[in-house]
Each structure stands twice: as C-alpha cells, then as structure tokens.
C-alpha cells in the first residue's frame, strides 16, 4: 500500500502512488524525504494545509533552502495560532537576517494580523534596534503594546520604552523611565509634557531632585511647567538643603 511503502522508506515507489491518487499533503512529505524540496514546496501549495507548509518549512530551513522556506513560511505566519513555532524554528538556527525579512513580507500580505506587527517589533528588539523605533511610531496601533514594553525592558531599549509608555498614557511610567535611564531616554520637552500629566504627585518633587543632580540649567524652566501643582515651600527647601538655592532665584521671585 502507499503508506506501508512510505512507512518502509520506498520513497520512491510511494511517489509515483501518491501522484496516481492526487494525495498531495503525503505528496510533499515524501518530496521532503527525497530531498526534492522545490516539488514538496510545489505539492504543498496543493495540499495548502497549515501542517504540510509547516513541514516543508522546516524541513527548507533545515536543508538550508531559505527561498523555499520563505515561501513556505509565508503561509504559516499569516496564522496567529502557528507564527510562533516557525520564528522559533528560525531563531534557534540563528537564521535572525531570514527571519525579520520573512515577516516585512508578510506585513504587506493581506492576512497580516497584530502578532506579525508585533513579533517583527521584538526581533528588531532582539537583533535590529536601530529599527525598532520607527517600527514603533509606523505601526502603534497595530502593535501589542504590553509585549513590546516586556520585550524594549527586556533588551534594555529605554527611548523606545518612554514612547511606548507615552503611547499608551502611562505618564508615571514614561517619567521614571526618563530618570532611571537619562543618558538615553531624557529629552527635556518630553519630560515636561510627561510630568504634567502624572498621578503619583511625589514624582514632581523626584523629578525636582532629578534636575538638581543632572540638568540644573533647566530646573527653572521645569518649576515653571509645574508652578500651578507643586508646593512651593517644599520645593525650595529640597533646593536649600542640596546647597543651590541661587539657581532658583527667577522661580522664587515669580512665585512670591
């Protein structure tokens, strides 16, 4: 029978009877098995099942046959429920190059879905930050938001995190990131947009201390963003204790 010829390895034989019956799914595991990868990628556009493509995939990235891959693992990543198991199969073979062009293809396609946006934002994470930001700002409503904050924490992308958190309103966040990480997260204008619209009002006073230590040629301009919300005797009194009560001067005198 066919399955007892492809059982016991008669690839060949098993062949020539999967093409008599038109069994195109076994038609391409028997390609694989002879590996004749261009006529498996072919049976498996017949077959067009998640199963096969997901076989003929691996078994291309395997063989190092990364065009029939591609192809085959267009099919795959259009599927939400399979993405994973495909860029996991790249990943692990160190294939990062393959895999991050196989899902900017797949952006364009017509079945592309909020994981491939996604997935790709943690690949350039991983393995092409210097893309990740424009990713960001191209695609911020089709993205998952939570998974690339855990993934720009993760790879400690800090300027991408700050928008992420701007993004999603999250001004606490956006403003701690900013302190905790200045060298590369702190912009002045963004941080006074950011503060102003915090929750937790000890963040205004932290961030008085912030300007102190690091940007204290601009704590006027920020006491100024924030002149209607803080208290003003505490505020000078953080500034006398740090010894720099002259670099407020213009504050005290607009405020009194």
């Known amino acids: 029978s066919r399955d007892r010829c492809f059982a016991e390895e008669m690839y060949e034989a098993a062949k020539i009877l999967f093409l008599q019956v038109g069994n195109h799914a076994k038609l391409a595991s028997t390609y694989v098995k002879l590996g004749?990868?261009?006529?498996?990628?072919?049976?498996?556009?017949?077959?067009?099942?998640?199963?096969?493509?997901?076989?003929?995939?691996?078994?291309?990235?395997?063989?190092?046959?990364?065009?029939?891959?591609?192809?085959?693992?267009?099919?795959?990543?259009?599927?939400?429920?399979?993405?994973?198991?495909?860029?996991?199969?790249?990943?692990?073979?160190?294939?990062?190059?393959?895999?991050?062009?196989?899902?900017?293809?797949?952006l364009s396609m017509e079945k592309a879905h909020r994981e491939m946006f996604t997935e790709l934002g943690v690949l350039y994470a991983k393995y092409k930050p210097e893309k990740l930001m424009e990713h960001i700002r191209i695609f911020s409503k089709k993205v998952n938001t939570s998974k690339l904050i855990r993934a720009c924490e993760t790879h400690h992308h800090w300027r991408e995190l700050?928008?992420?958190?701007?993004?999603?309103?999250?001004?606490?966040?956006?403003?701690?990131?900013?302190?905790?990480?200045?060298?590369?997260?702190?912009?002045?204008?963004?941080?006074?947009?950011?503060?102003?619209?915090?929750?937790?009002?000890?963040?205004?006073?932290?961030?008085?201390?912030?300007?102190?230590?690091?940007?204290?040629?601009?704590?006027?301009?920020?006491?100024?963003?924030?002149?209607?919300?803080i208290d003003h005797a505490r505020v000078v009194n953080e500034v006398r204790r740090s010894g720099h009560l002259p670099l407020i001067k213009k504050y005290m005198e607009a405020v009194q």
């Open 36 to 106: 004749d990868y261009a006529s498996a990628y072919d049976a498996a556009k017949k077959a067009n099942s998640i199963r096969t493509w997901k076989e003929v995939a691996i078994a291309c990235i395997d063989a190092q046959q990364y065009q029939l891959a591609h192809m085959s693992a267009l099919n795959i990543v259009v599927s939400a429920d399979h993405m994973d198991e495909i860029i996991q199969h790249y990943e692990t073979r160190g294939l990062f190059e393959e895999v991050i062009h196989l899902l900017e293809v797949g």
């Open 162 to 229: 700050r928008y992420l958190y701007h993004l999603i309103d999250e001004h606490d966040n956006a403003v701690r990131v900013m302190i905790d990480h200045s060298a590369i997260a702190w912009e002045h204008t963004t941080f006074k947009e950011e503060i102003t619209q915090v929750r937790n009002l000890e963040l205004y006073y932290r961030s008085v201390s912030f300007y102190l230590d690091e940007h204290p040629e601009m704590l006027v301009d920020l006491l100024s963003s924030l002149s209607s919300r």
